[in-house]
Nanobody, 120 residues
Framework: QVQLVESGGGLVHRGGSLRLSCAAS????????MGWYRQVPGNQRELVAL???????RYGKFVKGRFTISRDNAKNTVDLQMNSLAPEDTAVYYC??????????????WGQGTQVTVSS
């Protein structure tokens, strides 16, 4: 069984910073891309940032240089450093990994989500 466990969400004031972390564990054979998505109630889940095994990354248009994604392939972790946060960044943030487990072919896996709230 594969699990993605997130940490680091919380409440921060406008202009503040937060660092989200996600660790994948379980019967993992190989991980391809890892990333972060976010969702506001009533809206579709949207891409925040994605990073490949080799370190290539891409970001949602709204990021505008404020966030940085990184990963540790040896530890199966992915982090998201978020700076200059704004109230419109308030959402539930989900960790995602596209991976192959010992028992299942390549699939998307999701964490349980962590709330990020930015006050004005």
């Amino acid at each position: 069984q594969v699990q993605l466990v997130e940490s680091g969400g919380g409440l921060v004031h406008r202009g503040g910073s937060l660092r989200l972390s996600c660790a994948a564990s379980g019967n993992i054979f190989s991980i391809n891309a890892m990333g972060w998505y976010r969702q506001v109630p009533g809206n579709q889940r949207e891409l925040v940032a994605l990073i490949s095994t080799g370190g290539s990354s891409r970001y949602g248009k709204f990021v505008k240089g404020r966030f940085t994604i990184s990963r540790d392939n040896a530890k199966n972790t992915v982090d998201l450093q978020m700076n200059s946060l704004a109230p419109e960044d308030t959402a539930v943030y989900y960790c995602n990994a596209y991976l192959k487990s010992d028992y299942k072919d390549w699939s998307d896996y999701w964490g349980q989500g962590t709330q990020v709230t930015v006050s004005s």
